[in-house]
């Protein structure tokens, strides 16, 4: 059974920083692309980030510079480190993977919530 499992949000203050994580497990975890994707309250999705198999990352314009994606491999885990947070951030922060690029995502996580606020 495939399964993406987020945890690490929270309630920080604007300019504080979160770590998040995704365990996977059910797939060959190393050869699927990997993403973050966010959804704040009465928005649609919104992609974050992905890193591929090969290890090259993207990331949407809104976090930039900010946001840093990555994987361990031998952990089955994917991880967003999130620094200089601002309100506009808060959202739930989902995973998901895709094994071909540009086709849909094969598998989402439940989801962790992240809330900026002061």
């Known amino acids: 059974e495939v399964q993406l499992v987020e945890s690490g949000g929270g309630l920080v203050q604007p300019g504080g920083s979160l770590r998040l994580s995704c365990a996977a497990s059910g797939f060959t975890f190393g050869s699927y692309d990997m993403n973050w994707v966010r959804q704040a309250p009465g928005k649609g999705p919104e992609w974050v980030s992905a ?47 895709k094994k071909t690029p540009g086709a849909a995502y094969d598998s989402w996580g439940q989801g962790t919530q992240v809330t900026v606020s002061s």
């Open 51 to 97: 890193i591929n198999s090969v290890d090259g990352t993207f990331y949407a314009d809104s976090v930039k510079g900010r946001f840093t994606i990555s994987r361990d491999n031998a952990k089955n885990t994917l991880y967003l480190q999130m620094n200089s947070l601002k309100p506009e951030d808060t959202a739930l922060y989902s995973c998901a993977a």
